[in-house]
């Protein structure tokens, strides 16, 4: 069983940006792709970003390509999600998530271990 700890979130202005941090208990860290989700009040969970075992390779979602970057450090068994130019729309609570021994995965269903969630909001 994965533990999936979640810290970062925090109250910020539009424009601003904050750097996500999920830190997993498993040892075999490396073996899972790890994806990040969010989601706004009254609205579905989303897919934000991914990146893959390795960390070679990262796919994010079209809302937020070009002002999110997803990285990995598997020596510390963490994953990181680093948010510029952050807009009011982008307020939501952010999971991360982990699938094991899967290639980079968009849906919420391809990941079988979650975290808490961190809340991030976005002033306008």
């Known amino acids: 069983q994965v533990q999936l700890v979640e810290s970062g979130g925090g109250l910020v202005q539009a424009g601003g940006s904050l750097r996500l941090s999920c830190a997993a208990s498993?040892?075999?860290?490396?073996?899972?792709?790890m994806g990040w989700f969010r989601q706004a009040p009254g609205k579905a969970r989303e897919f934000v970003a991914a990146?893959?075992?390795?960390?070679?390779?990262?796919y994010a979602a079209d809302s937020v390509k070009g002002r999110v970057s997803i990285s990995r450090d598997n020596a510390k068994n963490t994953v990181y999600l680093e948010m510029n130019m952050l807009k009011p729309e982008d307020t939501a609570v952010y999971y991360c998530?982990?699938?094991?021994?899967?290639?980079?995965?968009?849906?919420?269903?391809?990941?079988?271990?979650w975290g808490q969630g961190t809340q991030v909001t976005v002033s306008s």
């Open positions: 998530a982990a699938a094991q021994m899967k290639s980079i995965t968009t849906p919420q269903w391809g990941y079988d271990y």
């Open positions: 498993e040892g075999t860290f490396s073996t899972f792709t």
């Open positions: 990146i893959s075992r390795s960390g070679g390779s990262t």
